[in-house]
């Protein structure tokens, strides 16, 4: 019997998106690094994104990284590493993206120890305000970096869209080239990967504004939702309903629309608003904030109507549907970023690959 709840996905849909952007980005001379964190690491989804063109494999858990090896593509560590994890990243992964100086020296130490060459991507913040060091001090990083003898500068990256939202423009990339030009020319390097941004940056790249320089790009949502996140735009070509929820109805009653008795504080501490609609037929379904937060749901059956959730129940009014829902039944819900992430992340979902 199937187990409920559980998030199915469509694994051709994926793979299909991950080709069409891969050979979009191959004609930019662009590769795809393929991140798979909105899935919690799983190696399955990793495998469709290599089989679809990805030329690297990111995730930001060293755990999933090692897993990844088997695939036989290089890895890369899309958040930095903490300074007790040193010896796991060098054991195991390719290629980390790094801002901090302190930390970048302890990945020399411990690469010497292991006898390897650890390849760096030094990130730079253009305005998102999350990771990179300011574009003042890439001078001081660089010449501290090139003398590390077991740390290569593989290249520098951005990452924009995530904190601060700021959209991936041709200054903020501009910028990024320049700075890749600088470094090239002053220290007579060569810097193997100019990484632009994520799944952001694709609107500039399907225009072809992409400065030429930028080489590489990290994609996550765009691979799974076939859309592109600067403006929320779908991408021609891409399957967008690649994954969904379904779960199941465990109690269905008519019962008033408000609670009756004083209002109190919910399980969560609030208190709640209830809009009077009268008597309603009410379904509850088995699953709850401890899986997705409700409010990042979606019904496929537009006349349901979510009304909340507690830990473990999801209730929904049912009354205006033209299906006949009975206890035992299933309800399929559409997924976004933040509930797929949330689902895949719960041990109590079961994930369907097919
Ligand atoms: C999550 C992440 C990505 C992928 O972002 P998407 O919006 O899913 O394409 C790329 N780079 C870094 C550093 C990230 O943390």
Redesign the pocket.
């Known amino acids: 019997m199937a187990e409920y709840p559980r998030v199915l996905v469509d694994l051709n849909k994926i793979k299909e998106n991950v080709k069409i952007l891969t050979k979009k980005c191959r004609e930019s001379n662009i590769d795809v690094v393929g991140?798979g964190?909105?899935f919690s690491g799983s190696i399955e989804i990793a495998r469709v994104m290599v089989e679809g063109g990805v030329k690297y494999l990111?995730d930001?858990r060293v755990e999933n990284l090692k897993e990844f090896k088997s695939l036989g593509v290089p890895s890369v560590m899309?958040?930095m590493p903490m300074k007790t994890q040193i010896k796991e990243v060098i054991e195991h992964v390719d290629i980390s993206?790094n801002s901090e100086i302190y930390i970048i020296e302890l990945l020399n130490r411990e690469a010497k120890k292991q006898d390897k060459i650890h390849k760096i991507i030094l990130m730079i913040d253009l305005g998102d305000l999350r990771?990179g060091i300011l574009p003042e001090d890439v001078k001081n990083y660089i010449e501290k970096i090139i003398p590390m003898e077991n740390i290569k500068l593989e290249g520098i990256g951005v990452?924009l869209?995530?904190y601060g939202g700021i959209i991936p423009s041709l200054e903020n990339l501009g910028q990024l080239e320049e700075i890749s030009i600088w470094i090239e020319k002053n220290y007579n390097i060569k810097l193997n990967i100019i990484s632009g941004?994520?799944?952001?940056s694709l609107d500039l790249l399907l225009k072809n504004t992409i400065p030429s320089r930028i080489n590489n790009l990290?994609?996550?949502?765009?691979l799974i939702f076939g859309r592109e996140?600067a403006y929320g735009k779908d991408l021609e070509g891409c399957f967008h309903d690649s994954v969904r929820l379904e779960a199941e109805i465990i109690e269905l009653k008519e019962k008033e629309s408000c609670p009756v008795g004083e209002i109190g504080f919910n399980a969560f501490g609030k208190k709640p608003i209830f809009v009077d609609r009268g008597i309603r037929k009410r379904a509850i379904l088995a699953i709850g904030e401890q899986d997705v937060d409700h409010s990042d749901l979606r019904v496929v059956d537009k006349n349901l109507i979510i009304l909340g959730a507690s830990s473990d129940h999801l209730i929904l009014d049912i009354t205006d549907s033209m299906e006949k829902y009975r206890v035992g039944d299933i309800v399929k819900f559409k997924l976004d970023?933040s509930s797929l992430l949330e689902l895949t992340t719960s041990p109590y979902v079961k994930k369907i690959f097919y």
């Not at 941004?197 to 952001?200: L, M």
């Not at 990290?218 to 765009?222: A, I, P």
């Open positions: 991140v964190k909105v990111g930001s899309i958040r993206l990771e990452n869209s995530c941004g994520n799944s952001s990290r994609l996550g949502e765009s996140t970023y």
